[in-house]
């Protein structure tokens, strides 16, 4: 009789574990898919896009599923914040303000900021951007750029990045700030011969990060350890190259 409870507990145990192994713990990932080469939705409704790669990759890494949910690119911290979301992964810079509401990943990738301007602009140098109309994505880096280049009046936030090249192309800005890959995209998808990169105006280097929230430490671990694998293995660098990050789609 021992021996049948025995075997049943052995067995009950069995099962907890195989119970334990087939649960798959999803992530629920907040992005704003607008900002090729990093995110975006292509026609099936899937995000695509080298930070779509990298949570594929970290998701194997970490065993755990990482599933996107599409939302404006100004409301994912607080929603990470809220637990509305379990991640943001959004083409995310890791900046001392965003750190105090939310945590970030240790940085998978850098670059800096670029100002798309007219061919013919008088924007020559950042001292030239004073008093100019400067857009920007909302709730981004590239609006806090504006603001320390210009005057609070004149820095102009839209809902996409793309938005305001093309209202630069129409002559209602003077200037659109966002990521230099994503600058780069966007005039390779524009091909309009009148809009540039302005060389000399140059912003600070920034750094990429998961937004995660805080308190979740374990979960940072496990994201950290995988980023680090995957910088190391060389998955990173496959993807910079993949997506054109830094940039054989050179527009100038
Ligand atoms: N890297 C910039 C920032 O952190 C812009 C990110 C915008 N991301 C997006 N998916 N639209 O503010």
């Given at each position: 009789?021992?021996?049948?409870?025995?075997?049943?507990?052995?067995?009950?145990?069995?099962?907890?574990?195989?119970?334990?192994?087939?649960?798959?713990?999803?992530?629920?990932?907040?992005?704003?898919?607008?900002?090729?080469?990093?995110?975006?939705?292509?026609?099936?409704?899937?995000?695509?896009?080298?930070?779509?790669?990298?949570?594929?990759?970290?998701?194997?890494?970490?065993?755990?599923?990482?599933?996107?949910?599409?939302?404006?690119?100004?409301?994912?911290?607080?929603?990470?914040?809220?637990?509305?979301?379990?991640?943001?992964?959004?083409?995310?810079?890791?900046?001392?303000?965003?750190?105090?509401?939310?945590?970030?990943?240790?940085?998978?990738?850098?670059?800096?900021?670029?100002?798309?301007?007219?061919?013919?602009?008088?924007?020559?140098?950042?001292?030239?951007?004073?008093?100019?109309?400067?857009?920007?994505?909302?709730?981004?880096?590239?609006?806090?750029?504006?603001?320390?280049?210009?005057?609070?009046?004149?820095?102009?936030?839209?809902?996409?990045?793309?938005?305001?090249?093309?209202?630069?192309?129409?002559?209602?800005?003077?200037?659109?700030?966002?990521?230099?890959?994503?600058?780069?995209?966007?005039?390779?998808?524009?091909?309009?011969?009148?809009?540039t990169v302005a060389p000399a105006v140059s912003f600070g280097?920034?750094?990429?990060?998961?937004?995660?929230?805080?308190?979740?430490?374990?979960?940072k671990a496990k994201i950290n350890a995988a980023i680090e694998?995957?910088?190391?293995?060389?998955?990173?660098?496959?993807?910079?190259?993949?997506?054109?990050?830094?940039?054989?789609?050179?527009?100038?």
């Amino acid at each position: 009789m021992k021996k049948i409870i025995a075997l049943i507990i052995a067995l009950m145990l069995a099962l907890v574990n195989v119970a334990a192994l087939a649960e798959t713990t999803t992530l629920k990932a907040g992005t704003s898919p607008d900002f090729p080469p990093f995110e975006s939705m292509d026609d099936a409704g899937n995000v695509i896009g080298f930070d779509a790669d990298l949570a594929a990759a970290i998701a194997e890494l970490i065993g755990m599923e990482i599933v996107f949910e599409a939302t404006s690119f100004d409301s994912i911290v607080i929603g990470v914040q809220t637990g509305l979301y379990d991640i943001g992964i959004s083409g995310f810079y890791i900046t001392e303000e965003r750190l105090a509401n939310v945590d970030f990943s240790v940085p998978y990738l850098q670059d800096s900021q670029s100002c798309i301007v007219k061919v013919d602009s008088d924007i020559t140098d950042n001292a030239s951007l004073a008093g100019k109309k400067i857009g920007s994505q909302s709730g981004t880096i590239g609006i806090e750029a504006a603001e320390a280049s210009t005057d609070a009046d004149k820095v102009y936030p839209y809902t996409k990045a793309l938005d305001a090249v093309l209202d630069l192309a129409g002559n209602k800005l003077d200037a659109v700030i966002t990521d230099t890959p994503v600058a780069k995209a966007i005039l390779a998808e524009l091909n309009d011969a009148s809009l540039t990169v302005a060389p000399a105006v140059s912003f600070g280097v920034e750094y990429y990060g998961i937004a995660i929230p805080k308190g979740q430490d374990e979960l940072k671990a496990k994201i950290n350890a995988a980023i680090e694998t995957l910088i190391a293995d060389g998955t990173i660098d496959e993807l910079v190259a993949k997506w054109d990050i830094y940039g054989a789609a050179d527009v100038e």
